[in-house]
């Protein structure tokens, strides 16, 4: 009898375990929402895999993983499982990180939090990031490169932690849905971060954390899938000959105003060679580059330095080390390696990124 009632209670409590592991491992569970017209599921972390599904805007996911930008989902009912990228979806988190925007035009990223601590890197201003602690006046924050370094709070502006979307017209912020009290009034254009999606309402929050309703149809999400991780794939191999193209013109001489073939200024180089060996790729993006240095560099997505991949363009100010203007461009080659027209050597050449005069210039980089 004594055997029976031990080996009752040992069932009881391995039941009792079961539950409790249940519970916890449920409770950890994440759950996320589709915010898009249509949340496209893929069989891997790339915009080349293979499509698994195309869930509707407001399905409801368990979210299993992250990985490069990508959420791992499965639907409740256990149907369909695959990977979505993760501005597609709103990931209900209690514990989601603090993002951030550089506003310097060039911060340095240091091993410590000190003015004297060693430069692990440099980002353009406009770089995103994510703030991982704090300590006095400074963050420590993470890029998809930079791993716990060290930024100062006064050159990064804090953001809301979601997928960013555009306002569509003039509008104005609502308290609760279909409310008719408003809480702020929207400019066509402004920049929102949508927070949830219910019966055809965006719960958004601006850059400024207010919060409130807008109807989807006014709302258009800012899928940037232009971004270094994201279209690294993308961009290589329609830029992986960019070496070999724009090489044929080493050499050739520097003419103020010029835009080729046989006579070139930095702008009037980067125009020809885009214009001339990918001008239908810049056509499919409805990109119109402009003529100009400091115009080209409005064109695109910011790129961190030392994030660059081939056929970036990378800007200088070649008057004044310590002024933000931008007065020449290059294209990067990989390997830290630029192509430019000099107007210095008066020449088309290749230069380095890493060292010497063009690292004391640098300003930024955007990819088309």
């Not at 979505?84 to 514990?95: A, F, N």
């Not at 044929?248 to 009037?268: A, E, N």
């Not at 790729?281 to 560099?297: C, H, M, V």
């Not at 007065?327 to 088309?348: C, D, E, K, M, P």
Request: proline residues 2%.
């Amino acid at each position: 009898m004594e055997l029976k009632r031990r080996r009752s209670r040992l069932v009881t409590m391995v039941m009792v375990l079961l539950l409790m592991s249940t519970y916890f491992a449920s409770a950890a569970e994440l759950k996320g929402t589709v915010i898009a017209s249509e949340g496209i599921v893929r069989k891997s972390t790339s915009f080349n895999g293979e499509i698994v599904e195309k869930l509707n805007i407001g399905t409801s996911v368990n979210v299993l993983d992250f990985k490069d930008r990508w959420y791992h989902i499965k639907t409740l009912d256990g149907g369909l499982e695959g990977w979505i990228y993760e501005e597609l979806m709103v990931v209900e988190d209690s514990t989601k990180t603090q993002k951030g925007i550089t506003t310097a035009s060039v911060l340095n990223v240091r091993q410590e939090p000190s003015t004297s601590g060693h430069v692990l890197s440099r980002l353009s201003q406009g770089s995103e990031v994510i703030i991982v602690s704090a300590r006095g006046e400074w963050y420590q924050i993470k890029t998809q490169h930079i791993n716990n370094g060290w930024v100062h709070s006064d050159f990064v502006k804090l953001i809301p932690n979601y997928p960013p979307g555009l306002v569509l017209r003039n509008t104005d912020l609502k308290e609760n849905r279909g409310s008719d009290k408003v809480v702020l009034s929207l400019r066509k254009d402004s920049r929102v971060y949508i927070k949830d999606f219910v019966e055809g309402w965006y719960l958004v929050v601006t850059d400024n954390f207010i919060e409130g309703w807008l109807p989807q149809l006014e709302v258009e999400l800012e899928i940037n899938i232009t971004r270094p991780v994201s279209r690294s794939g993308e961009r290589t191999g329609i830029f992986s000959n960019i070496a070999e193209v724009s090489k044929k013109y080493l050499g050739k001489k520097y003419g103020w105003g010029q835009t080729g073939p046989d006579r070139f200024d930095c702008s009037g180089f980067t125009t020809y060679i885009l214009n001339t060996y990918y001008g239908d790729y810049l056509k499919s993006k409805g990109i119109n580059l402009p003529r100009t240095s400091r115009d080209q560099a409005t064109v695109g997505t910011n790129v961190n330095r030392g994030e660059w991949i081939p056929g970036d363009l990378v800007f200088f100010n070649t008057e004044s080390r310590i002024s933000s203007n931008i007065t020449h461009v290059g294209i990067y080659l990989g390997n830290g390696q630029f192509i430019h027209a000099s107007s210095a050597r008066q020449t088309v050449m290749i230069s380095s990124l890493s060292e010497g005069y063009y690292d004391t210039r640098y300003i930024k980089a955007v990819r088309l």
